[in-house]
């Protein structure tokens, strides 16, 4: 029913409905939306009662998402810091969501009824995928990099080669954790070029333990030289003193078989002779946020009782995850058919640009007449400090305005949807890589680019 003049809040209400949205919403949330849909439609001139309740629905719904909703990463960046890095097998999401809604045996030892230690859930897939006897884990990588320190180094020096003092996005910088932990930082070697003998030359009675740091967002190249793990392990044992290597990414694959270039696997750091290798949860591993240090028992003993520890532990979510995702490691015959993210970094690109040809029309019809939409190549990169300067081909959309509105306000809308959209604009388009959007998901993807 269309009325000249705006109906009153109170006959809103007692309608039906009302009635839905005042049960649904509370009373003064439900008048404040009812008040601002009355207000658009003077604006409109447009009263009818219907419309009105719809718009104030419509309002609630949008206001009514999550902040951190699913979002499609469509960046060409797998593993994208800011989006979450690595999404988890299916198999890890069931564990974790049991592990929320249930008690679970965390610290508990369900052979002797006796107080159990968390860490050990993740001990024996641990040695068995890395050859680590010890493990520890803790929140993140940056963490477990604390951890260390703080126990082995505290009061001391640590010797870094200058070519591995690295600044991780987000303010993780080597130095600043190290002089965090009250561990002095001694740099030795140039920029570019480290020799065993630097480090050799370094040691004193001060030095608690030589550290390796995985030069994770930068390669320089050129005339370069770097000290190897499997090169300083003698020295450092000959002095007695713990070699750590802080992979960052940390793979158990090798990922050369992706087309990337060849990274030492956890297990490969351990054989070289590091006492402790620390690397993230999140990222090749393919889990959820988490930072883990293999290596010697004796270390590790260390670590765990380091007070600090407490306060970096991993919760009972995070912990049902891990396990899954490395139960996973362990039983699929390649790995790729159990972890998601190797799933995405295997995907040929052959597969992907059939992909794009198959969606480009569906898109451009969901996007209408103002966008062209064409299918070109492009390059994903791993992400998260992963073979920082390797890339792998892929193919895409590159949405262009054959309209008035600017590719901007394109990239504003997809961001704005119920499922925000997030692509890259670069040469004036708006490019969507479509590595990472699986086959299955692409009727959910599209319904909804379509959503009003
Ligand atoms: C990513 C990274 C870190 C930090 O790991 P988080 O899990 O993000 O805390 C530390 N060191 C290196 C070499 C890294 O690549």
Redesign the pocket.
Known sequence: MTIARPPSVSRLLESEGGQVLLAQYGHKPTVAALRAAIEAGRAAESFDEGELLEAAAQGFAASDLPQLRPVWNLTGTVLHTNLGRAILPQAAVDAAAAAMARPVALEYDLATGKRGERDSVLREHLAELTGAPGSVLVN???AA?MLVLDTLAKGGEVIVSRGEL?E?GGA?RMPDIMAATGAKLVEVGTTNRTHLKDYANAINENTRLIMK??P?NFRIEGFTKDVTASELAPLAKQHGLPLVN?L??GTLVDISRYGLPKEPTVAEAVAEGADLVTF?GD?LLGGP?A?FVVGRADLAEKLAKNPMKRALRLDKIRLAALEAVLRSYRAAARPEEAIPILAMLQRPSEEILARAKALAPLVAEALGEDWSVSVEPCRSQVG??ASPTATLPSAGLALRSVGAEEIEGLADRLRALPEPVIGRIAEGALRLDLRCLGRDEEPRFLANLASP
């Open positions: 993140n990588n940056a990099v690295i991780i993780f740091v995985h994770s802080d960052g990414s993230s990222k946020q930072g998260s400090g």
